[in-house]
């Protein structure tokens, strides 16, 4: 049933959640493209399956019912070495995503003061990586500075933030 | 709120995946890490979430500031340039600072001095095609002309259309009024204000994003086919290879869309995403929740094949050209509804009470059309109708249906073309009469291969 109504509600719908699924099946699956790929594979499905979806229940979390069978079948259809993590972990991260929610909601608020926070080269650099999407190695080509050194920094970076991020949750309660 | 055990060896770790940078043992150790208990889940949730966030903050960030730079568009390793250029303005802005405050002003204020090459040509097409120099004197262009770095190009009227060409042959079309300027260093600014756009990038303007203004969206487009319209404010752009991400201007509010999807905005309402045709070849209609949006026929509910509980009547319509029974398809003018290769097949669950002949007419849009281009096909069916009053399937090669094509010598237009070609795109297909049809479709539905013969089933 493709009709234009349908067609709409569920590319509203979709848009809302597109985001949500990512970072739902990049957890399961850390590889960017990957989790792209899977994502996209699994807006067909849910496509295919909207008329099955009951408009009173929350889209979302039966959207990632259908993003981690996708993420399953991903999984089979590689050699075992490309799995990032055993089926046990696997199911253990799908099954707490959802509990954690609210938390990682209040996380990318807080995200938003702590980068304000951060100091000009570190932002340069987060600036360079994903706003302009230039490889590590490249940029520390530019910056005449090995590549191991700009991993090192990159990684201070995410702790910085995350610690940050996470002293503003607990100050607003969060435990 | 607690830290995990192992918190620096894990988010190290962590990190270091984010990175693509883990090995095998490495590996291993996060899985056990990771396995150790919730808190350690907790924070690489939070770590994976937070790289997601970086890549949607800083990406919209870099295009808002290319639109505050006018919108400065890379062309040709200019991906690579344009950020180095970024990255050493800000430096040599900071030293300035430090050393002399006039100098900065000087620094910031001087024209830099570039002799413009020639970086494009433009075809003029319909309409008036306008070529602007620096000082906005315009020249009225009627052949195709180069375009040196600086210039800009403006297309006046509603039918009016053009085509720059670039050196790697990527070529850019432009059907309605709009404007393209082509920086000084060879990068190109492309501003859509009405009208439709389409681009197949060659080599080097694929290699790097390429960046599009329109009224209420800004655009960056990193792959080799796509399309852009914007009519009264809203801005449809489709990705038939690559993919797209589109920044609202009224809030920042981004979407990405890849090769099949299509995406809609305007300043009221947030994006809105939907698929191209399905690039599969597979559309159904089988009528069980009602008759859908944009149909034209009578829902039924008796008299129909064992466990169907709808189908669709012909019914009839007044038209300035006469009356007419008639079962239409939704029309789909601007996507198609679905896409055809040369196998395709259609196939119809149907019954007529009183057999008879019709007419089956189908509108499509060729593949590489010019903005509102559309093509015309009759079919040519020998199983269908049919003189049968049972419930029959039949499934039709498009390969049945001809092109309505000018005839050589007199110019008029008849049904004597070939069928339709791969990657045509069905927008409607007319079952017609005019006469009184008792004709009752239970399904119909497309596929993207079936018997290479028209084929009849009848129903148990």
């Known amino acids: 049933m493709r009709d234009g109504a349908n067609q709409a509600e569920f590319a509203a719908l979709y848009a809302r959640v597109h985001l949500d699924l990512l970072r739902y099946v990049l957890t399961l699956l850390p590889d960017r493209h990957q989790a792209e790929d899977v994502v996209q594979d699994t807006a067909r499905l849910l496509w295919r399956k909207f ?44 099954e707490e995503h959802a509990a954690d929610d609210n938390q990682l909601t209040q996380g990318r608020e807080a995200l938003d003061g702590c980068l304000q926070k951060l100091d000009e080269v570190s932002r340069q650099l987060l600036k360079d990586r994903y ?16 590549v191991n050194a700009l991993y090192v920094v990159m990684h201070r970076i995410r702790q910085r933030l995350l610690e940050c991020v996470n002293r503003t949750l607990k100050a607003e309660g969060w435990t | 709120m607690s830290k995990p055990h192992d918190y620096e060896e894990l988010t190290e770790l962590v990190s270091r995946l984010l990175d693509e940078q883990l090995d095998e043992a490495e590996r291993a150790r996060l899985n056990d890490l990771l396995l150790s208990g919730p808190e350690a ?28 730079q006018g919108n400065i568009v890379p062309f040709d390793f200019a991906a690579e340039r344009a950020a180095a250029r970024r990255t050493w303005i800000l430096r040599l802005a900071a030293a300035a600072a430090m050393v002399a405050a006039p100098v900065l002003v000087w620094l910031a204020n001087r024209t830099p001095r570039v002799t413009p090459a020639i970086v494009a040509r433009v075809e003029p097409g319909r309409g008036e095609l306008q070529l602007l120099d620096q000082q906005g004197k315009a020249v009225v262009i009627t052949t195709p002309v180069e375009l040196k770095g600086g210039a800009k190009v403006a297309l006046n009227g509603k039918d009016a259309s053009a085509s720059l060409v670039f050196p ?62 914007e009519t009264a404010g809203l801005t449809e752009v489709s990705v038939e290879a ?55 026929g009578q829902l039924v509910s008796e008299g129909l094949p064992p466990d169907s ?7 009839r319509t007044q038209e300035p050209w006469g009356t007419f029974d008639v079962v239409e ?82 110019g008029e237009l008849h049904f004597t073309g070939g069928p339709p ?40």
């Open chain 1, 51 to 94: 008329a099955d979806y009951d408009p009173a229940q929350p889209f979302l979390p039966w959207a990632r019912k259908f993003a981690y069978f996708e993420v399953l079948k991903f999984r089979r259809s590689r050699a075992l070495r490309e799995k990032y993590f055993s089926d046990e972990l696997l199911d253990l991260l799908a």
């Open chain 1, 131 to 146: 706003g302009d999407e230039i490889p590590l190695e490249e940029l520390a080509r530019r910056q005449g500075r090995k």
């Open chain 2, 41 to 68: 889940r907790r924070v690489y949730r939070q770590m994976v979430d937070q790289e997601v966030e970086f890549g949607c903050r800083f990406m919209a960030e870099a295009d808002r500031e290319l639109a505050a």
């Open chain 2, 168 to 229: 790697d042959q990527s070529r850019i079309t432009l059907a309605g009024p709009g404007e393209v300027s082509v920086q000084p260093d060879g990068a190109t600014m492309l501003q859509l204000q009405r009208g439709h756009l389409s681009a197949t990038l060659g080599t080097n303007l694929a290699r790097g994003p390429f960046h599009l203004q329109t009224s209420n969206a800004l655009v960056r487009v990193e792959g080799t086919r796509f399309t852009a319209r």
């Open chain 2, 242 to 296: 690559g993919r797209a991400r589109l920044t609202r201007r009224a809030d920042g509010r981004e979407v990405e869309i890849r090769t099949g999807q299509f995406a809609v905005a305007d300043n009221r309402m947030g994006w809105v995403v939907g698929y191209l045709p399905g690039d599969d070849g597979r559309w159904s209609e089988d009528f069980e929740n009602g008759l859908p949006t944009g149909w034209r």
């Open chain 2, 309 to 315: 509980k709808h189908g669709l009547k012909a019914v």
């Open chain 2, 329 to 410: 398809l939704p029309a789909e003018w601007n996507h198609g509804l679905f896409i055809l290769n040369t196998n395709s097949v259609l196939h119809l669950t149907y019954r007529m009470a009183k057999p008879t002949w019709l007419n089956v007419f189908m509108h499509t849009i060729p593949p590489h059309a010019a903005p509102g281009e559309k093509a015309m096909f009759v079919l040519r069916s020998e199983q269908f109708p049919g003189a049968r009053t049972e419930w029959a399937t039949v499934s039709i090669p498009f390969a049945r249906f001809v092109r309505k094509v000018p005839d050589p010598v007199t």
């Open chain 2, 421 to 460: 070609r791969a990657g045509e795109r069905a927008c409607t297909i007319a079952f017609t009469a005019p006469h009184e049809l008792d004709l009752v479709f239970d399904k119909i539905w497309v596929t993207p291969d079936g018997p290479a013969e028209e084929k009849v089933q009848l129903l148990p």
